[in-house]
């Protein structure tokens, strides 16, 4: 394949550690004769399961990562999880700016911002989530908002640091049960946007910087995605819950890929 494909799931507030572990014993048996120069996997499941999930998989398979970060090492910040913490777990990555603590949770672009550079200068592979809501997309505002989540989310953030990170563009309304799958050609539409504003920020280094879409990935979409130009893989979230379902997805998409 002429670029490697990244296929990874956030498995929000679901699944207990006994289900995590078995879930991803089962994802690496599954997709373990599928070369990992071709695709990255990651999975980033729920903290407590964390622990578990790090010492039952065979992470030149599967990468894991946190859901969330604080950007202080210590404090008082009651219910918050340190980098400090995740580093003690030896994680691959973690997730910044999710929809749901953006829009659920009441995070702002600044705090993303302070997530991000934390978590980069721990030196964790850094995913932050991106994505306009319905509102924002009926006034035509999509390409400003996706380009003010990313300049605020990656003010002060190096060239040097670009290969530590990825973007994963989810519409907020697109999301989850009650989320409308974007159009292909929209999605590719705003990836463009989201890669063009990485070059401004990163020039060269961006080219380094995979953009996934997320929000109702599925069987009956994960092919018409993953063919676009600007598109690099595919975030998913409910269909990717059951190891089956996923290594089924993950294959299909490679397939639509090679064949495009
Ligand atoms: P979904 O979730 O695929 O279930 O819509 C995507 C996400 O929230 O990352």
Redesign the pocket.
Known sequence: MDKKLYFG??L?MYKTIEETVSYLKKLVENTKDISRDEIELFVIPSYTSLSAAVTSVDRSFIKLGAQNMCWEDQGQFTGEISPLMLKELALDMVMIG???RRHVFGEKDREENLKVKASLAHGFDTLL?IGETLEEKEYGISPEILRTQLKVGFHGVSREQADKIKV?Y?PVW????N?IPASAEYAEEMHKVIKNCLEELFGEKSAEIPVLY?????PGNAEAMIVQPSIDGL??????WQADDFDKLIRQAMNAYEKR
């Open positions: 799931t956030n929000k999710h929809s749901e989530c994963a989810e697109s999301i989850g049960v989320g997320g929000g109702s990935v599925n975030f998913t979230g409910r269909a990717a």
